[in-house]
């Protein structure tokens, strides 16, 4: 059947272009990292064989909707790192929540409450896809915990979805405390976690049903993917793997490739890159051009006493981010990050090397000034992802193009 010397006599050109050389078993070795197969559909040696896959008395992958080697390698991957019961690696972070919301209400009421600081993306999905299918969104303010309680028992929300850290100000919900409260109510708590990552904390061992990444930030790393995951408790596993296997968000094998050897180093990243993030709030919250800095490793954070409870000292976090002091206009903070010189202007987080974004024209673009107010985002705010690069260097970009402002 495969294309070894035998076959060679008995085909013709046509039929050896689409046989030799494939299908060959790789019995006596094994490979030392999990390769990309880029095979849409897994042959076997029998019918018989492939029935027993179908009836899933026997586990291989099929067919690439169903699985795919590389992608389990990285799901099993990233299910250690939260200590989950498995995982699903999809497209994107969007469609890894897309996916996590329609699979936690399939059998609970359409109702979604959300924490009113969320990722810009995301508010717009709820409010331009969940709610016009008929879902009802409610949003509440995440750090109160009387609000969420009160939220919980008026809504009886089917989920509830957060953040771990919110974007730019770096707010902390008390998501222990929202995971009982979301138990009690047969609420699933749903926990967008691509802020703070594992190594920071891990919401499943507190009580979530699914907790999010976008892998395209701190997991993958390097600027070079576009990746979501969700990982699931017990109970939501199997429904997330049936939801997968008709719709197909899955990721691609090289994506998941790409993502696999980026999460190796990832904890090493992050411990550097949380550490580096110490050095340079400390550094800004004494510079004279600096207004005020907001960083989850702050003392007089508002939500020091949760952060101390969730996330190990230390290693809060590697985002940093503050108001430029007399930056009165777009122009003035415009100056400050065309005059970086190492740090990099985009739009993303959690890359190797140093990232500067400007929320007013990037994700909270939309927003009108009364509205960013209210969630406390003023117009001299620049938030900035700390890299792995050397805290010295970083924090001399930072000067010289602070005395430019
Ligand atoms: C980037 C991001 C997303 C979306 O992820 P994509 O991979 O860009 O689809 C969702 N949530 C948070 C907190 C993010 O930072």
Redesign the pocket.
């Known amino acids: 059947m495969s294309g070894g010397s035998e076959s060679k006599y008995e085909m013709d050109t046509f039929s050896k272009a689409v046989h030799a050389g494939d299908r060959k078993k790789q019995k006596p070795f094994v490979p030392t990292t999990t390769p990309i197969y880029m095979s849409s559909t897994y042959s076997y040696d029998s019918i018989a064989t492939i029935d027993r896959i179908f009836g899933h008395e026997e586990h291989g992958p099929s067919y690439v909707r169903y699985e795919n080697p590389t992608n389990n390698a990285l799901e099993e991957q990233i299910t250690a790192l939260e200590n989950g019961a498995g995982a699903l690696a999809c497209a994107?972070?969007?469609?890894?929540?897309q996916t996590a919301l329609i699979v936690s209400m399939l059998d609970r009421r359409r109702t979604i409450l959300a924490a009113s600081d969320?990722?810009g993306?995301?508010i717009s999905m709820l409010m331009k896809i969940f709610d016009p299918m008929g879902y009802e969104v409610r949003f509440v303010n995440i750090t109160d915990l009387a609000a969420v309680e009160k939220a919980i028992a008026d809504v009886k929300p089917g989920c509830l979805l957060m953040?771990t850290v919110s974007?730019p100000i770096l707010r902390v919900g008390a998501m222990d405390r929202i995971a009982e409260l979301c138990k009690a109510a047969g609420t699933a708590l749903i926990v967008?976690a691509?802020?703070s990552t594992p190594l920071v904390v891990r919401p499943l061992e507190l009580g979530a049903a699914m907790v999010?990444h976008?892998?395209?930030?701190y997991l993958a790393g390097h600027g070079d993917v576009?990746?979501?995951v969700v990982v699931a408790d017990a109970e939501n596993i199997e429904p997330l793997r049936a939801y997968s296997r008709m719709v197909g968000p899955v990721l691609g094998p090289q994506e998941a490739y790409l993502t696999m050897r980026g999460i190796k180093s990832f904890p090493v990243r992050m411990e550097r890159q949380c550490a580096n993030a110490i050095a340079v709030y400390e550094w800004l919250a004494k510079h004279p051009k600096v207004e005020r800095v907001y960083f989850t490793g702050d003392p007089a954070h508002p939500d020091a006493e949760t952060i101390a409870r969730l996330f190990p000292k230390d290693r809060t976090g590697a985002i940093v981010s503050f108001e430029i002091k007399g930056a009165a206009v777009k122009e003035d903070v415009f100056r400050f990050i065309d005059a970086l010189r190492m740090v990099v202007r985009g739009t993303?987080?959690?890359d190797v090397h140093s990232l500067v974004l400007y929320p007013l024209i990037a994700s909270h673009r939309d927003l009108s000034a009364k509205q960013r107010e209210r969630m406390g985002i003023r117009d001299n705010l620049v938030r900035l992802s700390v890299g792995i690069e050397s805290p010295a260097d970083i924090i001399a970009d930072l000067q010289q193009a602070l005395e430019a402002v």
């Open positions: 994107s972070g969007m469609c890894a929540l969320l990722y993306a995301t953040e974007n967008d691509t802020f999010v976008s892998l395209t930030k576009l990746g979501g993303t987080l959690g």
